[in-house]
């Protein structure tokens, strides 16, 4: 296992503590294949040097979901397993976004970002991103998403 894969992961339990927390999406080897049969786009990584440094994890669902997500009836881990893999998709939750400190200000979750979502689009008739910021910077990388694909962002406001 890669240095950067290990600092992605301890990365990844400092931002979330999904360990912690049984509504958010633990992602391991089973979650990442799901995620495949959704669309190939889910799961996205930039690599540099030793493995990556950037992770990033979106996920084309249903408008219904969504609304039910936003509005805190359903958790993260229930969206991911109540979407559809082969659905008609209409809408992209923005789920996690992980750069190492070093490599961050450099636009990596924006070009993967852009890349995956403009790629689900081409296949589905997306019509808003939503989203769970946990972070200030993860707020402001969701809205500027938002600005460059020209969809709507919503945001989920209950905090952890």
Same mark, same amino acid.
């Given at each position: *296992? +890669?240095?950067? $894969? ?6 990844? &339990? ?6 912690? !927390? ?5 992602? !391991? =080897?089973?979650?990442?294949?799901? /995620?495949? %049969? ?6 996205? &990584?930039?690599?540099?040097? !030793? @493995? ?13 979901? *969504? =609304? ?6 359903? +958790? =993260?881990?229930?969206?991911?397993? *109540?979407?559809?893999?082969? +659905?008609? $998709? &209409?809408?992209? $939750? /923005? ?6 400190? =070093? $490599? ?5 979750? %924006?070009?993967?970002?852009v890349k995956a979502i ?15 910021? #946990?972070?200030? &910077? @993860? ?7 938002? +600005?460059?694909? @020209?969809?709507?962002? #919503?945001?989920?406001? !209950?905090?952890?």
């Amino acid at each position: *296992m +890669s240095s950067n $894969y290990k600092r992605l992961i301890t990365l990844a &339990e400092e931002v979330f503590a999904v360990k912690s !927390d049984p509504e958010q999406l633990d992602v !391991d =080897e089973n979650v990442i294949k799901r /995620l495949h %049969k959704i669309h190939p786009s889910t799961v996205s &990584e930039h690599v540099e040097g !030793d @493995g990556p440094v950037a992770w990033l994890l979106i996920i084309p669902t249903s408008e219904r979901l *969504m =609304e039910r997500f936003l509005n805190a009836e359903i +958790s =993260e881990k229930q969206l991911f397993e *109540m979407t559809v893999p082969g +659905s008609n $998709y &209409e809408t992209i $939750y /923005l789920c996690s976004a992980l750069v190492l400190q =070093e $490599y961050r200000r450099k636009g990596i979750i %924006k070009k993967l970002a852009v890349k995956a979502i403009n790629t689900i689009r081409k296949e589905h008739p997306v019509k808003a991103l939503f989203a769970w910021p #946990f972070t200030e &910077e @993860g707020r402001l990388a969701a809205e500027n998403l938002s +600005s460059l694909t @020209g969809l709507p962002l #919503f945001n989920r406001t !209950d905090r952890h």
